[in-house]
């Protein structure tokens, strides 16, 4: 018993051993990886509000940005946040796909779309946060593609919440219109992103903020207008678990809307959040459990209230509004490449006045 017990703490120790030594590992596989740089020596628009240091320097190569995964930076947490909310998304699908029928049940694919625009989202954002360091134009492209990740995902949510979670009254009065409604949004949400960016460039963030949340804000009571409807006639006698849920997701979406839009740590604590505690770090997590509990109430409103959204929606509404998904995804990419061109000329601009 005791040789047994000797030999598996061994094997512990090895484990130990062998954890411990994957930093040098990638030391000597990216030996000449520099350091981090102060926000002095990154352009001004690369720089975060009150967060002084752990900016990585532009122009390396690009396995320096993804070895910088596993680097202290001040965008390493913003990565693995969300890294981390996309594995469990895929966990997720992974176990509806065991009981759910997305293939031959066309009322499953709100759901399904709910669900691949969150996969979007959250790895746009991964691949934002982690190349968007790479050099100026970059910085646009990854962060432009994060914007139409962020639009798609409304429109993903407008889907659910219309055809799961809608009554009959609302649906009388926004049938023929809420799709087509949240898919004009979603698109002004991805220019209002992109243009706010660009503005950014010489404009203070203040700007950028405002383009972003107010155009976000319109689409997002816009989408959940169906939910909060619910909500607000839901009763304590009601044995309907999704509400719960909802509830949840709307709780999680104001307080991370908070986050965004003020950097309430940073502005106590100037400088001292530079690698943890920064209000977008907050943001990436309560936005990632925003989208777990709306997953899973559109799941349960998906199995429990059937009868009733298969009576309100047409037999080919779902396959419009699948189609209309495309139509969203494609005019977001289309807007922020004309928004890139644009970039591209103040950039080209910008080099032949030096």
């Known amino acids: 018993m005791a040789t047994i017990v000797m030999e598996r703490i061994g094997r512990v120790f090895i484990s130990l051993q062998q954890i411990r030594q994957v930093p040098q590992m990638l030391t000597e596989a990216a030996p000449s990886m520099p350091g981090t740089v102060r926000d002095t020596e990154v352009p001004a628009y690369f720089g975060e509000l009150h967060v002084c240091t752990g900016y990585r320097p532009l122009n390396q190569n690009w396995r320096y940005y993804f070895l910088s995964l596993f680097q202290r930076h001040n965008e390493t947490i913003n990565i693995w946040t ?5 594995l469990v998304l895929l966990v997720k699908l992974q176990q509806l796909i065991e009981t759910v029928d997305f293939v031959g049940d066309p009322q499953s694919w709100p759901l399904l779309i709910l669900i691949l625009s969150s996969l979007n989202y959250t790895g746009f954002s991964v691949l934002a946060h982690m190349l968007g360091g790479k050099s100026e134009l970059y910085h646009y492209v990854f962060f432009y593609l994060d914007y139409v990740g962020v639009a798609q995902y409304q429109y993903g949510s407008a889907i659910v919440h219309f055809y799961y979670a809608v009554d009959e009254g609302m ?4 049938h023929g219109i809420f799709m087509p409604v ?7 949400s991805c220019l209002g992103c992109c243009y706010g960016k660009y503005c950014n460039h010489t404009q203070s963030t ?5 383009c972003q949340v107010l155009p976000s804000a319109i689409a997002y009571m816009w989408d959940i207008s169906p939910v909060a409807k619910r909500l607000l006639s839901w009763s304590s006698a009601s044995s309907d678990q999704a509400v719960l849920f909802h509830f949840g997701q709307v709780m999680f979406f104001l307080i991370c809307s908070f986050f965004f839009t003020f950097p309430l740590f940073e502005r106590c604590f100037p400088g001292r959040c530079d690698f943890v505690g920064q209000s977008h770090q907050i943001f990436h997590v309560l ?7 709306q997953i899973h109430a559109s799941h349960l409103d998906y199995v429990g209230r059937r009868e009733l959204y298969s009576r309100l929606h ?6 419009l509004f ?4 495309g139509v969203t995804l494609v005019m977001c990419a289309l807007i922020s490449a004309f928004m890139l061109r644009k970039v591209k000329q103040m950039l080209d601009l910008k080099t032949k006045s030096k």
């Open 182 to 188: 949240a898919t004009i949004l979603s698109c002004l």
């Open 287 to 293: 936005l990632s459990c925003c989208t777990l509990c």
């Open 82 to 86: 969300h890294l981390l909310a996309f």
């Open 322 to 325: 699948a189609g209309l998904y």
């Open 171 to 174: 649906h009388r009065h926004v």
């Open 206 to 210: 203040r700007v950028r903020k405002v």
């Open 314 to 319: 047409g037999s080919g509404e779902v396959a």
